[in-house]
């Protein structure tokens, strides 16, 4: 990967959906050349997927928030089943957009995105705080994103 590989996927992320024409434009790299190299990018897996960045308020998506999962390890182990699997079975829910394995104190952490505080709430105390295998939660809501 180069310069120009670099700035192919700088513009990209910026906005997906730019044809080769646009980038040829704003990169001064030929068409063709931008379409082989993005070809290649895809075939090397550096370019996975494309998609979209929406207005989640507009998607009556008003509130976000991170929460910190401590994981019950002994528990885990008695139903057979990883931190991995955990994460995995969390990040199934409709409401939650990342999770992550992380060090320290907290094991797991994940980013949701509800309609408001009771949602949250309701998410929280009867869903998330149900699952076999997470010890204990700490909600942090977001109050701005940049």
């Known amino acids: 990967m180069d310069k120009k590989d670099e700035k192919i996927l700088e513009l990209l992320r910026e906005n997906s959906k730019l044809t080769t ?31 979209i960045q929406h207005d989640h308020k507009k998607l009556g998506k008003n509130l976000a928030a991170y929460i910190q999962i401590v994981v019950d390890y002994k528990l885990l182990k008695e139903i057979k089943m990883s931190q991995h699997d955990l994460a995995k079975k969390i990040k199934q829910n409709e409401f939650v957009e990342e999770a992550a394995l992380v060090t320290g104190g907290t094991d ?6 509800v309609k408001d505080v009771d949602e949250l709430d309701n998410f929280v105390t009867k869903v998330l705080r149900n699952i076999d295998g997470i010890e204990k939660t700490q909600t942090m809501v977001i109050l701005h994103e940049i």
């Open 21 to 51: 024409q646009q980038i040829s434009k704003k990169t001064l790299i030929p068409i063709t050349t931008v379409h082989n190299r993005i070809k290649k990018l895809e075939k090397e897996g550096v370019i996975t997927k494309y998609t």
């Open 108 to 113: 797991i952490i994940i980013k949701v995105r």
